[in-house]
């Protein structure tokens, strides 16, 4: 394969010798597993504080796991690489997304996802003020009045889960069995006629051209 | 404003309004968009709408800072 004509000298050496054949291309698959292992652990070291309950032996597991899978996913993408990074950057992403996803399956393993309405923690529980729980209220019905009339089904469960409870959104894909880009254009699509509804019953939300609430 | 806090939390819930260029693009683009922002570039001039996505897109947004943590490393 060709390396891109924009390919700085380093991107297009690596593109030469993982489509070289023999002991040139193994050489350079070993030095592409070493750095995506290197990117790999740097973002499960990242996350480690957020999943205090896996192991650090699972931890280094994962971290291998997505290293490996990550050098499946760049040599069989190694023609969609334009040159328009490092290749060390393009191929990083890869590792990353790798680990990151892992990482939120393995915390979400076992976990029953809410996909209930009636479990939605919208605003947390605390301390507030009498306005503070009177505001609450209010957007809290105008939400579930918003969801019940102008949202389908499944974008009632999506919606639910990943912006109302914070489920992953790999995670969600899984247990669904779609993608997450699948999900995030439900997601997009729910918030979409959510905001447009809220705007016509007067609660204008975010940075929508409608301006802020009226009255 | 902390008797705004519900407010808010909802416009996070809800989002930005516009076009999103959504997860596929955004993964495509991750790496020259990093690679721009770290050089100081218009990253947002090249790749129209990513800010809006990483913002609104939880896992996105944590790939971008990895990735650009990593580069920063």
Known sequence: ?215 | MAEHAARERLEKMLGSSGPDIGCEACFEELDRYVELDLRRADAERAVPGMRRHLEDCPACGEEYESLRALLEG
């Open chain 1, 1 to 215: 394969m060709q390396p891109p004509p924009r390919a700085d000298a380093e991107s297009r050496a690596w593109i030469s010798d993982l489509s070289a054949s023999g002991v040139r291309r193994d050489d350079a698959i070993a030095r592409l597993h070493a750095l995506l292992l290197r990117a790999a652990r740097f973002e499960v070291g990242r996350r480690r504080f957020l999943h205090a309950e896996l192991r650090g032996d699972v931890v280094d597991d994962i971290a291998l796991e997505a290293a490996d899978d990550a050098v499946v996913a760049v040599l069989t993408r190694l023609a969609d690489f334009r040159g328009e990074s490092r290749f060390t950057t393009w191929a990083y992403k890869f590792a990353l997304l790798e680990a990151a996803v892992k990482l939120r399956r393995r915390a979400w393993e076992g976990r029953e996802i809410p996909l209930d309405p009636e479990q939605w923690e919208v605003f947390g529980s605390g301390e507030k003020s009498p306005p503070e729980r009177a505001e609450q209220a209010e957007l809290l019905d105008a939400l579930r009045s918003a969801v019940d009339t102008v949202l389908t089904p499944h974008q009632r469960t999506v919606f639910g889960a990943l912006a109302l409870n914070g489920v992953p959104i790999d995670v969600l894909a899984e247990r669904l069995g779609t993608s997450r880009g699948a999900l995030y254009k439900t997601l997009h699509d729910a918030r979409r006629k959510l905001r447009s509804h809220l705007a016509a019953v007067g609660l204008a939300i975010g940075d929508s051209d409608q301006g802020r609430r009226r009255g």
